[in-house]
């Protein structure tokens, strides 16, 4: 499990995102997944909140605090009632699946062939954005349609980074909050925090090395081919297999 978290954010010290669905969905053959879930939460806050404390002028705040953050809030707030009442939705996240493979395509077509992307439009936008708040409320994997609306943003990669973090940092203590309240941090759940908060700086250290290897469309390409990979990932979460 360790070595699963080092890896995992990597890849989100790296790029911005990535280690929800890395560690539920190769995390799910070590623990059950409400544990990983009451697990990724508080060390995702503690790997976002570094990173950010370490750039805070690459945050655009207006972003985050006037579009991203009230919409993604209404979704998650959704996403965690479903959860309470009726678990992950299958169909939901399927769909969504669906949707970020195709996006993340089309993307990635167009940044290997040198194609303008199209501007996105104002409600494209806000739906992926509710989508990432309902997911995270359900999953804690808002990650994908987040990193489709904000990609497409014409923000560099170290404002890209830094602001996808930064709403990470609040949507996930907004759910620890939920969870806590829930009981979901017993004695038990602590003292495997404890052993595992090692592994942050040895993910953080080596995200930050490959971070500074990117120029901004290798790093585009990198972001869009991760967030194809975990709409993949959400698929395979759901198949009977």
Do not use: C
């Not at 971070?211 to 469309?217: A, I, S, V």
């Amino acid at each position: 499990m360790g070595l699963l978290l080092v890896f995992a954010y990597t890849v989100q010290t790296a790029s911005g995102f990535g280690a929800g669905l890395i560690i539920l969905t190769l995390g799910a053959h070590l623990l059950p997944m409400p544990v990983l879930l009451a697990l990724m939460l508080p060390l995702s806050v503690l790997q976002s909140g570094f990173v950010v404390a370490r750039h805070p002028g690459d945050v655009d705040v207006q972003l985050v605090l006037r579009r991203v953050v009230p919409l993604m809030a209404l979704g998650a707030a959704i996403g965690f009632g479903i959860n309470h009442v009726a678990g992950e939705a299958p169909l939901l996240v399927t769909t969504l699946g669906v949707l970020i493979v195709l996006l993340a395509l089309r993307e990635l077509v167009l940044l290997i062939t040198r194609r303008p992307s199209p501007v996105a439009s104002l409600w494209s936008s806000r739906l992926a954005i509710f989508g990432a708040g309902v997911l995270q409320g359900l999953s804690g994997t808002g990650g994908p349609p987040l990193v489709y609306a904000l990609g497409r943003e014409g923000l560099d990669k170290a404002r890209f980074r830094a602001t996808i973090l930064a709403v990470f940092v609040v949507m996930n203590l907004a759910l620890i909050t939920a969870f806590a309240l829930d009981g979901r941090y017993d004695a038990e759940r602590l003292g495997q925090l404890a052993r595992l908060v090692i592994a942050l700086p040895v993910g953080i250290v080596l995200g930050e090395r490959l971070y500074g290897l990117f120029d901004e469309r290798t790093f585009r390409i990198g972001v869009f081919t991760l967030l194809l990979a975990g709409g993949v990932s959400l698929l395979l979460r759901q198949s009977p297999g």
